[in-house]
């Protein structure tokens, strides 16, 4: 294992301006858009560096583009995806195991994938997993969310059942999200993204289809009787929020509230609180702009080219630059004890880890670390305060995050 200490009070986050403070260090870089925030605290939150040092540990690398991470009890390490369809089992000694057999058959294109892994509460007792991953279909693939039971040794799984399948299927390979977490009530979060093209990209605001979601179901994969839409025709009834571009990153507080990060298109990278049957209101709104090598016409605006509509909920907070968001996860224990409660949320451009430190739900400071690591994938934190950190590259890695000593 190869250890590396950092100080976050010298680290280059995009430039480091000789002689300036470090919280004057940091360059924004050039806007897409030229919207005003909603309310202050909507954007570019005082940069803050800790005073810590931080030391990395790769426990394993080898990896190709993992995507999720999720701590197994006691000292038996973690569960790791690769996108390409592998989950793998890796000791706290650094042993990755071979293939964990009984993995459904995955979508390994473009950004498809085996995804997003967790434990169900009771694994000690059942074993049982949950995962996400983009499921083949006739007629393209689908984001899905799936139980299964994983053997004693870690070696096997059964019982593959899916408890949710987004719908109708898409011929894109592209935005399926997705995060699955239990939330405080005991039911399921899943997110969803909406495939990105020109043409499937309104189905974030249909009700009738799964694209661009927040859904919430029981672990048998029914919708609770408290869900916004339930019994409503032609509306889905598993569906919690709407209007979201390509939720990757999701976390329940201390509080029991449910946080999630998307992708923005140029600009427009978004933190929401989502709430029952609300409208987040992608394609209509947004802080970004379209992408000039991938949208059919480049020169024009999202939506109704503005960022605020009636009806339409505003993001917590927002980034122009995008941050290209991952998984995210809020901290907690005594190593790191300072950041207990802020969000450390997995960056993919320019990479490494942003830190938001909230208070009264609104976002009070912000700060960027680890950038050298390239894109980060996922975030989890430890019982004792420490995280992992997953980088999302052919040659990816699981890395261990202390204090330097």
């Known amino acids: 294992m190869r250890t590396l200490s950092l100080s976050l009070a010298v680290l280059p986050v995009l430039a480091l301006l000789p002689g300036a403070a470090h919280a004057q260090a ?118 899905a969310a799936a139980k299964a039971t994983l053997s004693d040794d870690m070696t096997t799984l059964s019982d593959v059942t899916d408890i949710f399948v987004q719908s109708p299927p898409s011929p894109t390979p592209q935005h399926y999200g997705s995060r699955v977490l239990q939330l405080a009530d005991g039911t ?115 939506g109704i080219g503005q960022a605020v509509e009636e009806g339409m909920e505003q993001p917590v907070y927002f980034w122009d630059p995008v941050i290209a968001p991952g998984g995210m996860a809020f901290h907690s224990g005594d190593t790191f004890g300072d950041w207990n409660g802020d969000a450390l949320i997995a960056s993919l451009k320019p990479g490494g880890v942003v830190r938001l430190s909230l208070e009264n739900g609104l976002v009070v400071e912000e700060e960027r670390m680890l950038m050298e690591l390239g894109r980060v994938r996922d975030v989890e934190v430890l019982a004792d305060g420490s995280f992992i950190v997953l980088t999302d590259q052919a040659d990816g890695a699981v890395i261990h995050v202390t204090p330097a000593e």
């Open 26 to 143: 940091y360059s924004w870089g050039d806007r897409n858009t030229d919207f005003p925030p909603a309310f202050p605290e909507q954007f570019r939150a005082p940069l803050s560096p800790s005073d810590v040092t931080l030391q990395t540990e790769v426990l394993a690398d080898g990896l190709v583009h993992p995507w999720g991470i999720a701590t197994l009890p006691g000292d038996d390490g973690w569960l790791v995806t690769e996108r390409a369809g592998r989950l793998r089992h890796l000791a706290t000694d650094g042993t990755l195991s071979d293939p964990i057999t009984g993995v459904p058959e995955v979508l390994p294109e473009g950004q498809g994938g085996l995804l997003d892994v967790t434990l169900a509460p009771d694994f000690a007792e059942t074993g049982m997993i949950l995962f996400t991953y983009a499921k083949p279909i006739d007629g393209g693939s689908a984001t």
């Open 188 to 302: 399921w979060a899943i997110t969803s993204g909406e495939h990105s093209s020109d043409e499937e990209r309104p189905y974030a605001q249909d009700l009738d289809k799964t694209y661009g979601k927040v859904i919430r179901v029981t672990l048998d994969g029914t919708a609770p009787d408290d869900n916004p839409f339930v019994g409503k025709e032609g509306q889905d009834d598993t569906i919690w929020s709407y209007g979201h571009r390509n939720i990757q990153g999701a976390a329940v507080d201390a509080d029991g509230t449910l946080w999630t990060i998307e992708h923005g298109p140029a600009g427009g990278d978004e933190l929401n609180r989502p709430e029952a049957g609300l409208n987040y209101g992608w394609p209509i709104i947004s802080y970004g702009r379209r992408y000039s090598f991938r949208d059919a016409d480049p020169s024009g605006p999202i």
